[in-house]
């Protein structure tokens, strides 16, 4: 069995989750459930990432410890995840033992080997981003970007680490490699960002200045640099799992693909004689009115508010539906509540109760024997024999979206299928051949309904199961197997009814005018 190790960005633990985080939990666990669909044994990993400058600040401005600071936003990711889902199968926080053990064994390593070195650092440093800026970072007029905050020059002595010696080797590797990071284009970017000389990356923090992080081994004066500790965490958290690592995929935001990601990580596995990752996965950002969607600009959605109001599953539906992965998105209730309407509620959840409601008045609710093929039937077939075709190859070019609209498209095609048979005339005729006729659209809108279900276990865990358990369907172990036509459900009694998708309670409508 074919083992897939799959990782989300840890969190920083200065601010409460919201869509974006969400976000990409639900991406990354739709790429965990789809390969643990395709027979993949999938380790499934995420976490918070809890150290540095923010953290301590935020910390200090609630007067209390960053630990205790740290444990209680941590506390508020990982119950998200439920809420979501999610179905990781690990936590890691980085200020875990397993985790602070393994990076100060890889700094120790390469301080050994001579990758890191003492120097003296000059610069301009902004306390907001935590890390020393460069000249081209100026405006024009010489002052500094809003982003950066405060900014400072300092001089300190720093450690090193030894980036610019393996420049020619990054370039080699995504050049031999050109799918390591998806979408492509964004390794045409880090090879754009390649063309200048790399700087030697300073990862330490004098204590005095930073306490809230892991000391250097060699050095205890000194706590690392914070993405030299976070990004550790893929390793550390599997570090007692051999066979693990390297992990297939990194599903992160494309924010922190250049250069944390794309360059430090790649470089500082392979001076440490590690493994790289098979592949990077950069999503894009939602946004609200054209802006990113963050703490600090004050326009976040808490995810949990949309859950509560419209399921979890419908929630999952809409993120990976709507976001072309790679690419920004702008988040709008009123696009939510189109793809609600139309797609999860008039589609699927019209042909979830016109199956049982038919099913039920005509049959008996026991899903029959299908009579012979018409050419509705058989147009039907094909387009499901298209679809089926198509979807996993979209799924594993991470196209989504696309999969999910094909499903979308099966669906209205069997509604349309039902409108054209007219079962419920069929059932008024005592004709024999429109009898036959009969069990054959009851027993096709069944199959096709069992067929369009079982592509979405994905992304809607749990109203695949409900659909299965009102079909008195139990998949089989071979995902490929559930996706071949085959009338499975034949004999099978289904429930009256099942109420997926309510309608969300409608704003109090405006008062009617009084007649004079
Ligand atoms: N702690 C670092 C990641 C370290 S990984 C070794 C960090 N944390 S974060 O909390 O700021 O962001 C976590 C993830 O959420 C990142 O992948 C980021 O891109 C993603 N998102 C944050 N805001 C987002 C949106 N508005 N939209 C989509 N995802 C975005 O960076």
Known sequence: MPSFYITTAIDYVNGSPHLGHAYEKVLTDVIARFRRLMGDRVHFLTGTDEHGQKVQQSAQKRGIAPAKFADEVSAEFRALLPRLSISNDDFIRTTEERHKRVVREILQQLFDQGEIYLAEYRGFYSTRQEQFLQEKDRQPDGTWPEIFGEVTEIVEANYFFRLRKYQEWLVGFLTANP???????????????????????????????????????????????????????????????????PASVHVIGKDILVPPHAVYWPIMLHAAGLALPKQIVAHGWWMQSGAKMSKSTGNALNP?????????????????????????????????????????????????????????????????????????????????????????????????????????????????????????????????????????????????????????????????????????????????????????????????????????????????????
């Open 179 to 245: 799918d390591w990071i998806f979408p492509r284009y964004r390794q045409k970017q880090v090879l754009e960002f390649l063309k200048e000389p790399l700087n030697d990356l300073c990862i330490s923090r004098p204590r005095e200045r930073l306490e809230w992080g892991i000391p250097l081994p060699f050095d205890e004066k000194f706590v690392t640099y914070v993405w030299f500790d976070a990004l550790v965490n893929y390793v550390s958290a599997v570090r007692d799992r051999p066979g693990t690592w």
């Open 304 to 516: 949990l508010d949309l859950v509560s109001e419209f399921g979890v599953d419908a929630f999952r539906y809409y993120l990976i539906r709507e976001m072309n992965v790679g690419q920004d998105s702008d988040f709008t209730r009123e696009q939510f509540l189109v793809r609600y309407n139309s797609e999860l509620a008039n589609n699927l959840g019209n042909l979830v109760n016109r199956t049982l409601n038919m099913t039920t008045r005509f049959a008996g609710g026991v899903v029959p024997v299908p009579g012979p093929d018409g050419d509705l039937e058989q147009h039907l077939k094909a387009l499901w024999a298209k679809t089926s075709a198509e979807f996993i190859p979209l799924c594993e070019g991470y196209q989504f979206h696309t999969a999910l609209e094909r499903a979308m498209v099966f669906l209205t095609e069997t509604n349309a299928y039902i409108e054209k048979r007219a079962p419920w005339k069929l059932g008024k005729s005592a004709d024999p051949a429109d009898q036959a006729l009969l069990k054959t659209a009851l027993a096709t809108m069944a199959e096709s309904l069992r067929l369009a279900v079982a592509l979405l276990p994905a992304v809607m865990p749990s109203t695949t199961d409900k659909i299965n358990a009102v079909l008195g369907h139990t998949p089989g172990s071979s995902w490929r197997d559930e996706l071949a036509w085959g009338q499975r459900l034949t004999g099978n009694k289904v429930a009256e009814a099942l109420v997926l998708f309510p309608r969300p309670a409608a704003p109090a409508a405006p008062a009617a005018p009084r007649k004079a």
